[in-house]
């Protein structure tokens, strides 16, 4: 299980650091929103405690950036404590607000309501295009009864073009919807990936029968 820290206080963040390793979570840690942006991107985490006051981008932004792209569940760990904040939170999108000073066990136990939650409400929250399957709540990619292993982006990559099989993704939309906003991402990344996903998904890379190429216009996901 992957927690993503973004707190700007470094005795609270090593606290909560220490206590969540010691229970057997892996921990990543951020000190800012811009940090925590690339820590989301290039790992996604299972569930992110987010402080609100930070420095670059605060807590509100990173929530906006999140909710735009993600359903992660974001739990406020903060000493804004009043009514209005907890409401901007809630309405904003976020799983559950805790107020410091916090008890560790406290924040233990939220987590593990808000991923009970989460395991309910995505359930059965799978992609099937052919042998191909998408288990999103778990992020797992298997081909028939092989479990595939992929890097995040070409696990957003494949989960883009599967959620509409048959459709032709353009290189443009590609990128707006995998790589990071201003991202100077080209055509011949995307190509790249493409290349890389085919070589983990496909029976025979060469011939693809899973991502397609439709010349001039992008690539799509279909079944045999």
């Known amino acids: 299980m992957k927690i993503l820290i973004v707190e700007d206080d ?15 979570y892996t921990v990543t840690c951020a000190i800012d ?37 993600s ?20 309405s904003g999108g976020v799983d559950d607000y805790i107020v410091k000073p916090f008890k560790l066990r406290e924040v233990e136990a939220r987590i593990q309501a808000v991923l009970r ?3 309910s409400s995505e359930l059965g929250k799978k992609v099937n295009v052919g042998a191909l399957s998408i288990d999103d709540a778990r992020k797992q990619v298997f081909v028939g009864e092989e479990r595939i292993d992929l890097s995040p982006k ?9 959620s509409k099989p048959g459709h032709v993704f353009s290189d443009g939309q590609i990128i707006r919807s ?19 996903l085919r070589q983990k998904i496909e029976p025979d890379p060469q011939n693809p029968v899973y ?3 439709v010349r001039g216009f992008g ?6």
């Open 154 to 162: 070409e696990y957003e990559l494949l989960k883009l073009l599967a």
């Open 211 to 213: 991502v397609k190429t």
């Open 178 to 196: 995998v790589w990071p906003e201003g991202s100077l991402a080209a055509a011949s990344d995307v190509k790249r990936y493409i290349h890389l």
């Open 33 to 69: 929103g811009v940090e925590a942006l690339a820590c989301f991107k290039s790992d996604p985490p299972d569930v992110v405690l987010l402080d609100i006051t930070m420095p670059r981008l605060d807590g509100w932004e990173v929530l906006d950036v999140l909710r735009a792209k």
């Open 71 to 90: 359903s992660v569940p974001v739990i406020m760990v903060t000493a804004r404590d009043t009514t209005d904040d907890v409401v901007k939170g809630l």
């Open 117 to 119: 939650r989460v395991d």
């Open 10 to 24: 470094e005795h609270a963040r090593d606290v909560l650091e220490s206590y969540l390793v010691a229970k057997d």
């Open 219 to 224: 690539y799509s996901v279909e079944a045999p």
